[in-house]
């Protein structure tokens, strides 16, 4: 019985999809929820399982064409099995492979399960495997170089051609380049970046916080919350956790704009902003206002291993009403955030720094960070800004007034 694979139905926001790899080829056996393709849209990349057990027969369409929602992309014939070749008999004392062949084809089945994928995300661990690929051969483009899924595609693609540019040196004087297309989600979020830029009034106002409070409720009960609860006690719940709180006090940098609407929204759906592999992406903390700081810790630390395997789907990026990106992670001492669209406004974070401040009359060394929120100047005045970031300051100078609303 044959069995069409289709695209998976795209939500309206996305238009169609790019096939990005196959993981079968016509002819091989697929077992039921096996992966067969990678399907990349603006925002993230979608597996496509095997509804059934059977041979893949037939692929409709190859790596790069563009597909669309529900259209057909390969045929499996269910309950089928792969074809074998028959072993030759044409001479009679004609002898059998001997074992030793058979096993000489081991040493590269355990290769691409050896020491050099020892690093890799579960999804780059499968296509080393899948394709006997021995990472420790491919140059990794991730950070602090580290292999990435694509890297591993892109290489089984060639081949291994590109296995050995560390060989090739550079002639000395010469000025090499190489062209490289944008990825689909790169260039999405190229567009949307030129988006904000080009369609928003954009204004950023910047404050500084004394995280001393902070630090010392970390230390003191870091502990123990993490016994509790069974995750570390961050210091980003604690912005999110502020920042749902001064969110109800100015509902307009929590709203957004729709043609000459203003959209008010009841509820706070964070989006946390995640460096991935392939670029920024931003998953949505639904109802923040209704979650403790060990709700909000447990899903930033969910969504940060969904991001790192690349299983982040289509319905935790949609929405959000409001964006916190922490570019302390990296070193980032000030900085500007672009407005995610259609939100209003964005925190962001920096990192942390020993600095000499004043207080009380006396010069002390504190923990101090950089805050800034840019924000739509079309509907949110300067004064709400502002305010909203000493809402922020307050409540993490003095981590009592969040816990108890004020």
Known sequence: MSIEVKVPVLPESVSDATIATWHKKAGDAVKRDENLVDLETDKVVLEVPSPVDGVLKEIKHEVGDTVNSEQIIAIIEEGAAAAKEEPKTEAKDEKPAPVAAAKSEAPSAEKASGKGNEDLSPA?????????????????????GRVTKEDLVNYGKDGGAKA???AVKPTPGSRPEERVPMTRMRAKIAERLMQSKNSIAMLTSFNEVNLAEVTKMRKSLGE???????????FMSFFVKAAAEALKRRPIVNASVDGNDIIYHGYQDISIAVSTEK???????????????????????DYAKKARDG??????????????????????????????????????????????????????????????????????????????LVDIKDQLENPQRMLLGL
């Open 224 to 234: 123990q919350f993490q016994k509790t609860h069974g995750i570390k006690l961050g």
């Open 279 to 301: 670029g920024l992406v931003t998953p949505v903390l639904r109802d923040v206002q209704n979650m403790g700081f060990a709700d909000i810790e447990q899903g930033i630390a």
């Open 311 to 388: 299983k982040l789907g289509l319905d935790d990026l949609q929405g959000g009403t409001f964006t916190i990106t922490n570019g302390g992670t990296f070193g980032s001492l000030l900085s500007t955030p672009i407005v995610n669209p259609p939100q209003s406004a964005i925190l962001g974070m920096h990192t942390i720094k020993d600095r000499a401040i004043v207080e009380n009359g006396q010069v002390i060394v504190a923990p101090m960070m950089y805050i800034a929120i840019s924000y739509d100047h079309r509907i949110i005045d300067g004064k709400d800004a502002v305010l909203f």
């Open 164 to 166: 050995a540019p560390a």
């Open 124 to 144: 780059g661990l499968r296509v080393a495997t899948e394709q006997k690929i021995d990472a420790s051969k491919v140059e990794g483009t991730g950070r602090d």
